[in-house]
Nanobody
Framework: QVQLVESGGGLVQAGGSLRLSCAAS????????MGWFRQAPGKEREFVAA????????SSGDSVKGRFTISRDNAKNTVYLQMNSLKPEDTAVYYC????????????????????WGQGTQVTVSS
């Protein structure tokens, strides 16, 4: 079992920044491909960003490209989501996800590929 605990959410003004963290336990962190998804009220779950096991390969969703950056520190068992130039439409609950992965280079943008989810952290961007 993998436990994921997100932190760093909160209320921020448009144009501001936040950094989300997700601490993982229960499995060797470097064996996990990681991702971030979000869901706003009344909307579908949306892919935000993903990263492979080593951190050398990443992907981000079209709506956040150029503003959000995913990274990981395998020594700290933590994945991060740096969010800059925040917009009111970024308001959502953000979820950290993990997938034990035997490949080394793959990241996953499909939420159904992930086995573990955190409890979510609320991000609210005011206009």
């Amino acid at each position: 079992q993998v436990q994921l605990v997100e932190s760093g959410g909160g209320l921020v003004q448009a144009g501001g920044s936040l950094r989300l963290s997700c601490a993982a336990s229960g499995r060797t962190f470097s064996s996990l491909a990681m991702g971030w998804f979000r869901q706003a009220p009344g909307k579908e779950r949306e892919f935000v960003a993903a990263i492979n096991r080593s951190g050398g390969r990443t992907s981000s969703g079209d709506s956040v490209k150029g503003r959000f950056t995913i990274s990981r520190d395998n020594a700290k068992n933590t994945v991060y989501l740096q969010m800059n130039s925040l917009k009111p439409e970024d308001t959502a609950v953000y979820y950290c996800t993990a997938r034990p992965d035997t490949t080394y280079y793959t990241y996953y943008t499909d939420y159904s590929k992930y086995d573990y989810w955190g409890q979510g952290t609320q991000v609210t961007v005011s206009s």
